[in-house]
């Protein structure tokens, strides 16, 4: 099996900061908007800190991977949070061969 | 399709990224320039100009957006080009340093941080456009800002030239003050190898080989920040095991490589070429080679012992590197720059680092003498005799060793000089006071050694 390098189009989005009402509904309405569809949430919280792992797939999508990691960075970083969302290749590539 | 994500791994790459500053330090394109000869100087020019905008002008925006879709940062872009001495063997020096110029002018043009290549190989001797070449080196340096230079003094089948080592001194020295206003910069841009490779993507080192494609991507990563803190966190662990933490860090740290290269080939493109395994530190805090052998157990990098950690340290990364990549080359070690690494310069400062201990470690790992400054009052024949005895490991132990110090024009030992950016600042450091210049002047080459009788 080779690794797919860009062939899939989807992508981890992780958030990270202090617990709040309403940070599931804000990305997932984001994402609804966007057409990004959600395949997998894993979400923690410990010590009131939330950390939250999606993964989603963007092949439905009316948004570019880039302009989406800058939006979702934009509005989580003015609710003190820290959203990436990155190809899930960088995940897959640094850990398996 | 499956979803075979584990949280540990994504929240230990993000970590990585964010927290330990994990980051690609360069893609470097290398393009061949054999096809741009010309008897008139202004159509050479052109021909340059455009092979090199025609070649790399996506380079920048290809990297910022692999960058933006991974979430990974890409420090630098670069382009490294066939030897000039080799491409343009025919000028004259004033024509050479209007090709740097053209260099310059085309790396402005794309928006490139360096353009490697000014360079001329003369392990065994000069034809007239090395020398053309070498003559111009002081003024090319002084007058562009992106073009880098490298001179190759040796080689382990060839030996070593001196006559090139003397002269280098020179170049070195003049490249110094004609830059002192600006602690000698031009230095900085300026590194003189034995053994250098041709698909090394790092600078100032980086030229385009004359057995390498028309076109290739080569990708040089970084990460002592990850290693250090991996080391730290098992204060306990033996050798055995040490090595295996590295040994495990430097495969995810070069996948990441492997993973950028295979993406900038595809979109440029271009053949990918090598990952590049050096651990390549920058003057950030947290992310120095000296805090990595400090957390081994060392009070202060330079005490004794820190040779044998740097051996281990070198060694894992190599192994645990080359299981990442399909193509490994380039440099492939651990940097120990001074003025680009806060561990270093802090180890200078206090006493515990000095030169000769740095060139004992440079027996066991990747480059050489690199990025220190010397006394302003050293002579050209002092900075030819390091030259030598850094060349002379690297023919010896069959590596490339490298040289790139930078006479302080008018400040002395324990004075600071500052370059700014990915070079850093750096303590001068102290050098012999007895001459080497009888020895360096002798003319001629050292013999290439043998190779059997390996004590």
């Keep these: ?97 | 399709m499956t979803i075979t994500f584990a949280r540990e791994e994504i929240q230990q790459t993000i970590k990585m990224i964010h927290e330990e500053n994990l980051d690609i330090r360069t893609i470097t394109m290398g393009i061949s320039l054999l096809d741009c000869g010309s008897e008139d100087i202004s159509r050479m020019e052109q021909k340059i100009y455009d092979k090199i905008t025609k070649n790399a002008g996506q380079l920048v925006t290809v990297g910022e957006q692999i960058s933006a879709r991974y979430g990974i940062p890409i420090i630098n872009k670069r382009v490294s080009v066939t030897p000039i001495a080799i491409a343009a063997a025919h000028l004259n020096t004033d024509e050479m340093v209007r090709i740097a110029k053209t260099l310059n002018r085309a790396a402005r043009e794309i928006g490139i941080n360096f353009i490697g290549g000014f360079s001329a190989l003369v392990q065994k001797g000069f034809t007239v456009g090395d020398l053309a070449l070498i003559d111009a080196i002081p003024q090319a340096l002084s007058e562009t800002e992106f073009v880098c230079s490298s001179v190759n003094i040796g080689t382990t089948k060839t030996g070593i030239n001196m006559d090139a080592v003397l002269k280098m001194g020179q170049v070195i020295l003049k490249c110094a003050q004609l830059t002192a206003d600006q602690d000698g910069i031009a230095a900085a841009k300026l590194v003189v190898f034995c053994n250098a490779p041709e698909d090394n993507p790092f600078m100032a080192g980086a030229f385009h080989g004359v057995g390498e494609p028309e076109c290739v991507i080569n990708v040089g990563v970084s990460g002592p920040g990850v290693v250090a803190k991996v080391v730290k966190e098992f204060p306990a662990a033996d050798f055995s095991e040490l090595s295996n933490l590295i040994k495990q860090t430097s495969f995810k740290i070069t996948r990441m490589g492997e993973l950028i290269g295979r993406a900038a080939s595809k979109a440029l493109n271009v053949p990918f070429g090598i990952v590049d395994l050096s651990l390549a530190p920058t003057p950030a805090i947290g992310d120095s080679v000296a805090e990595i052998l400090e957390n081994m157990g060392l009070e202060r990098c330079g005490t004794h012992g820190t040779t044998a950690a740097l051996a281990l340290l070198n060694d894992a990364v190599k192994k645990g590197g080359a299981m990442a990549s399909s193509h490994v080359g380039g440099l492939s070690g651990a940097f120990i720059p001074v003025s680009e690494d806060a561990g270093m310069v802090k180890a200078v400062e206090v006493g515990a680092l000095t030169l000769d201990k740095l060139e004992a470690m440079t027996c066991v790992c990747s480059v050489g003498l690199d990025m220190i400054a010397l006394p302003g009052d050293v002579s050209a024949e002092t900075i030819s005799a390091i030259i030598a005895d850094e060349a002379a490991i690297g023919m010896i132990n069959k590596k490339t060793t490298a040289v790139r110090v930078i006479p302080a024009i008018g400040k002395k030992a324990g004075d600071r000089v500052e370059w700014g950016g990915l070079l850093g600042g750096a303590p001068v450091m102290a050098i012999h006071p007895f001459s080497s210049k009888m020895f360096v002047s002798r003319g001629g080459r050292i013999p290439a050694p043998l190779i059997s009788l390996s004590n």
């Design chain 1, 1 to 97: 099996m080779t690794l797919s390098l860009e062939e899939s189009n989807r992508a981890i989005i992780t958030i990270l900061g202090r617990d709040q009402t309403g940070i599931i509904a804000w990305v997932s309405g984001r994402l609804a908007e966007y057409r990004v569809n959600i395949l997998d949430i894993s979400q923690t919280i410990v010590d009131e800190f939330f950390t939250m792992i999606m993964v989603v797939d963007l092949n439905p999508a009316n948004i570019g991977l880039v302009d989406l990691a800058r939006i979702l960075e934009q509005e989580g970083n003015e609710k003190g949070l820290q959203v990436k969302a990155q190809h899930e290749d960088i995940f897959t590539f640094m850990h398996r061969i």
